[in-house]
């Protein structure tokens, strides 16, 4: 398990709106979900769209230039290994929650900037990342190691 930093990153803003790419795929509706953190300390709550298809799992959040607090994206991913992420034409910042089989969250990447090509790991093996809005875990005490409930319809 991945610890987090003991300060908090800087989030950065989303991109600006003439730098953010227009999606070039009519929008398409994904399944939707929840994700709930019982271990937290105010339990949140997230309503998720399913990237399930590798179509979706690559897409991703692409082009998107804001995202409701409670809300956030949950990929199924080709296996428990360690995956990497990256924010190509992605214009919110985000926190990415890689989480395992087990639904353990084994690491956090905080604040991930928008429209950057570097791939994010946590450096441990996972099976699901889940994204929503950069700052959102710190605001809610979600933290590495603690369990989240994952829906049915992801497994």
């Known amino acids: 398990i991945a610890k987090l930093p003991a300060t908090a990153p800087v989030i950065p803003p989303p991109a600006d709106a ?13 399944p939707m ?8 300390p105010s339990q949140p709550r997230v309503e998720v ?10 897409k991703g959040l692409m082009f998107r230039r804001s995202m409701a607090d409670d809300r956030g994206m949950l990929f199924k991913l080709d ?7 990256w924010m190509h034409n992605t214009c919110i910042p985000l926190d990415m929650l890689f989480i395992d089989d087990d639904g353990t969250i084994v690491g956090i990447v905080e604040g991930a900037a928008p429209l950057t090509d570097s791939t994010r790991t946590v450096g441990c093996p996972s099976v699901f990342v ?3 809005n950069g700052g959102w875990t710190r605001k809610r005490g979600v933290v590495p190691g603690q369990k989240v409930t994952l829906p049915m319809a992801v497994r």
């Open 18 to 30: 003439s730098r953010c790419p227009l999606d070039p795929e009519p929008a398409g509706k994904m």
């Open 33 to 40: 979900a929840e994700v709930t953190f019982p271990e937290a």
């Open 49 to 58: 769209e399913l990237a399930k298809t590798e179509h979706d799992v690559e």
């Open 79 to 85: 296996g428990r290994r360690e995956h990497t992420f």
């Open 130 to 132: 889940l994204e929503v």
